[in-house]
């Protein structure tokens, strides 16, 4: 069964660093891009960056371009979110998931997420 | 960036109804519109990739149609289980896009 569980979300002040991670299992992760896409409370869902198997490329929204790096390890199966120079404007929870197999760019499995809140 | 909006932003209906919603791109995508279903305090589930297919596990009365620029998810016999969000995805730019929701309830 494939599985995707978030870990590391709490609350950090404005202008702190945090680390969340997505830990996966019931599937060969190094065969797969993978993503992460937030939330904000009562707000619709907004990609956040991608990380193609490999880790040699990413892609990030503009919002949150120099501020966060997503990294992974394939040998832990094991995606990283470090965002830095955190705002209030990037409270929300964070969703890790996988892009389907056949190139269609696509989520095919979502993890629970994690919650991230920035508030002084 | 491709932007994506969606119509109605929410609706009524009851069990047994067939609804419609609509997702339009800012520029051609092709085929490569996603649809996803939300319920409260739950991730998202995929429905339909690549405009009209089904994802395995997902009921026969979703469907998806449409190419381009304008798309269209039908729920068939909507089912009291149905009340959620709905969003659209495009995936012809790397960069991700969603729509803003449709919210369904059942009444």
């Known amino acids: 069964e494939v599985q995707l569980v978030e870990s590391g979300g709490s609350l950090v002040s404005p202008g702190g660093s945090l680390r969340i991670s997505c830990a996966a299992s019931g599937f060969t992760f190094s065969d797969y891009n993978m993503i992460w896409v937030r939330q904000a409370p009562g707000k619709g869902l907004e990609w956040v960056s991608s990380?193609?198997?490999?880790?040699?490329?990413?892609y990030y929204t503009d919002s949150v371009k120099d501020r966060f790096t997503v990294s992974r390890d394939n040998a832990k199966n094991s995606l990283y979110l470090q965002m830095n120079r955190l705002s209030v404007e990037d409270t929300a929870v964070y969703y890790c998931?996988?892009?389907?197999?056949?190139?269609?760019?696509?989520?095919?499995?979502w993890g629970q997420g994690a919650l991230v809140t920035v508030s002084s | 960036d491709i932007q994506m909006t969606q119509s109605p932003s929410s609706l009524s209906a009851s069990v047994g109804d067939t609804i419609t919603i609509s997702c339009r791109a800012s520029q051609t995508i092709n085929i490569f519109l996603n649809w996803y279903q939300q319920t409260p305090g739950r991730a998202p589930k995929l429905l339909i990739f690549?405009?009209?297919s089904l994802q395995s596990g997902v009921p026969t009365r979703f469907s998806g149609s449409g190419s381009g620029t304008d798309f269209t998810l039908t729920i068939s016999s909507l089912q009291p289980e149905d009340s959620a969000t709905y969003y659209c995805q495009q995936s012809y730019s790397a960069f991700f896009t969603f729509g803003p929701g449709t919210k369904v309830d059942i009444k």
């Open positions: 998931a996988r892009l389907g197999r056949a190139g269609g760019g696509y989520f095919d499995y």
């Open positions: 690549g405009a009209s």
């Open positions: 990380i193609i198997k490999s880790g040699s490329s990413t």
